[in-house]
T-cell receptor, first 116, second 113 residues
């Protein structure tokens, strides 16, 4: 079974600075999808960014970008120009492509604080 | 486009009771998944429904059940509630295989006393 590990339970960053959240995963599959979700105090999980494993190019969405290292099974999230609204729990998630209907597998999350 | 709607937002129940939670997916989404979120266990998959059929199930006891209606709305039911069932229950919808990500609702916070 696939597992996702987020080794940083909590992190903090100064407003306008850059922060990187780590995520590693374990799988024997070659084709899969990786996601970062943000969960603010409102509780709703919001999709931040998505990466397809067969694409070597790292995904980017405005201030959010990933460093996808397939061989190392690493999928870190970089937040540039951090804003107060970025404060939230961030979850890394894995979804198999080959197995059809498998669900998302989540890491335990990283709580990000943004300091004004 | 309306998002995923979960009702109620908060619920307090007594041990031994049963509870039904509701989820209305994004219009056009036929897949609905349910997750349980607790501080200790994190996010755990309960089940997924697609076109009224359960196509995947997590490792939860039979007290947890669900269903999906023809309009894609889904309900989950927990019978004989235990204290350990206290959690945030999140519903997520997708258009198909979920490879483009799932859209989540704001969850139902269930407290069992």
């Amino acid at each position: 079974a696939q597992t996702v590990t987020q080794s940083q339970p909590e992190m903090s960053v100064q407003e306008a600075e850059t922060v990187t959240l780590s995520c590693t995963y374990d799988t024997s599959e070659s084709d899969y999808y990786l996601f970062w979700y943000k969960q603010p105090p409102s509780r709703q999980m919001i999709l931040v960014i998505r990466q397809e494993a067969y694409k070597q190019q790292n995904a980017t969405e405005n201030r959010f970008s990933v460093n996808f290292q397939k061989a190392a099974k690493s999928f870190s999230l970089k937040i540039s120009d951090s804003q107060l609204g970025d404060a939230a729990m961030y979850f890394c998630a894995y979804r198999s492509h080959n197995s059809g209907n498998t669900p998302l597998v989540f890491g335990k999350g990283t709580r990000l604080s943004v300091i004004a | 486009k309306a998002g995923v709607t979960q009702t109620p937002r908060y619920l307090i129940k007594t041990r031994g009771q049963q509870v039904t939670l509701s989820c209305s997916p994004i219009s056009g989404h036929r897949s609905v998944s349910w997750y349980q979120q607790t501080p200790g266990q994190g996010l755990q998959f309960l089940f997924e429904y697609f076109s009224e059929t359960q196509r995947n199930k997590g490792n939860f006891p039979g007290r947890f059940s669900g269903r999906q209606f023809s309009n894609s709305r889904s309900e989950m039911n927990v019978s004989t509630l235990e204290l350990g069932d206290s959690a945030l229950y999140l519903c997520a919808s997708s258009s198909g295989q979920g490879v483009y990500g799932y859209t989540f609702g704001s969850g139902t916070r269930l407290t069992v006393v």
